[in-house]
Nanobody, 118 residues
Framework: QVQLVESGGGLVQPGGSLRLSCTVS????????MAWFRQAPGNQRELVAS?????????NYRDTVKGRFTISRDNAKRTVYLQMNSLKPEDTAVYFC??????????WGQGTQVTVSS
């Protein structure tokens, strides 16, 4: 059974940083592309960043986070990370990890809350 466990969220002031982690169990992690999503209250879940299989040499970001967020993966630890810098109030959301393609996603985890506020 696949399990996604996100962690690392919290309350941070504008301009601050957080590092999110997502540990994946139950599947051979290294063969799956992975992504981070977020969902703010009243909004649909949106793709934030994705990373390809293996070493993760190919990454993609939504325009609003380019230059501020960095996605990475550690296959030995079965974990995908999201380093978030220069955080803005509009980054406030629950963050989730999963496969990027909606047609083949795992069961969603509980997510981790990120709140950017002064």
């Amino acid at each position: 059974q696949v399990q996604l466990v996100e962690s690392g969220g919290g309350l941070v002031q504008p301009g601050g940083s957080l590092r999110l982690s997502c540990t994946v169990s139950g599947v051979p992690f290294s063969i799956f592309p992975m992504a981070w999503f977020r969902q703010a209250p009243g909004n649909q879940r949106e793709l934030v960043a994705s990373i390809n299989i293996g070493s993760g040499s190919i990454t993609n970001y939504r325009d609003t986070v380019k230059g501020r967020f960095t996605i990475s993966r550690d296959n030995a630890k079965r974990t995908v990370y999201l380093q978030m810098n220069s955080l803005k109030p509009e980054d406030t959301a629950v963050y989730f990890c999963n496969r990027p393609a909606t047609s083949s996603q795992f069961t969603w985890g509980q997510g981790t809350q990120v709140t950017v506020s002064s």
